[in-house]
């Protein structure tokens, strides 16, 4: 079941690559996945739940491996095992994967560029990634670091919230309203909207060589984005520079 990916072009460790004849990063629907199922646990976790947790994803994701083309990535804080998650479902098949715990990891700058960061370092260059939430304005950076994709269901999620989701803000409409009486689902589409102009924004940065200079931009919109990409810089420059052109 696994879907070939092909890597097209780098700028940095972001990449253009494709996947069923689609360009990535894109934009992932649960319902054109199918995601093996999973022992999950919060982010925060003494080791030896996290421990039982890989285990049990591992053993689930053997199980279904024929019927399933995405696998999760478990672990929670500890580096080396989401590791040796990675690896064994590697071993076992699979070559898509979903970063468990993205909420978290957004509010924990250093644990998301170590995690990330040491996943891409590890994986095989035909596996792509996947995360699984994020704000629009926080894509870019994540690009930068590697991922491939984006699940929908933030779009989703904030809709629910009445937030209104843009390329550098998140607005709560209850606050500041832009829109009035919008509904849910009117909501939703506007976010899908906005998440697509991103991925879009993503592509074109990428083919002109210049993400860093859209990660830049982004990374003052939240206190978020500038520590992620001040502890990016300062641990993982080897890392950055080893898919940079030279001019």
């Known amino acids: 079941m696994i879907k070939k ?9 972001g ?12 934009i992932f629907f649960k319902e054109e996945l199918k995601i093996a199922p999973s022992e999950g646990s919060a982010h925060n976790v003494d080791r030896e739940i996290a421990e039982f947790n890989v285990k049990e994803t591992l053993r689930l994701a053997k199980d279904n491996v024929d019927e399933c083309d995405v696998a999760v990535i478990q672990g929670s804080k500890y580096i080396d095992l989401r590791i040796e998650c990675l690896k064994e479902l590697e071993d076992i098949g699979y070559n898509g994967f979903i970063i468990a715990n993205g909420d978290a990891l957004l ?5 998301l560029v170590e995690i990330v960061v040491s996943l891409k370092k590890e994986a ?5 990634f996947i995360f699984p939430f994020s704000e629009l304005s926080f894509m870019p950076i994540l690009t930068y670091m590697g991922i491939d994709g984006f ?5 989703n999620y904030y809709s629910h919230l009445n937030v209104l989701q843009t390329p550098t803000k998140s607005y709560d409409l209850n606050t500041y309203s832009i ?16 998440m697509e102009f991103v991925i879009k924004e993503i592509h ?26 001040k502890i990016l810089d300062r641990t993982q420059m080897d890392y950055l520079l080893e898919y940079t052109q030279l001019f």
């Open 204 to 229: 074109a940065h990428i083919k002109n060589r210049s993400l860093r200079n859209l990660v830049e931009e982004r990374s003052g919109t939240t206190p978020q984005n500038i520590s992620t990409l």
């Open 15 to 26: 990449r253009i690559g494709k996947i069923d004849g689609e360009l990535t990063p894109k």
């Open 179 to 194: 829109y009035e009486n919008i509904t849910q689902e009117e909501l939703e589409k506007k976010n899908i909207e906005n």
């Open 5 to 13: 990916f092909e890597i097209k072009s780098h700028d940095g460790p």
């Open 151 to 155: 699940l929908a269901d933030t779009t």
């Open 107 to 111: 509010t924990n700058s250093r644990d």
């Open 124 to 128: 095989k260059k035909t596996s792509y």
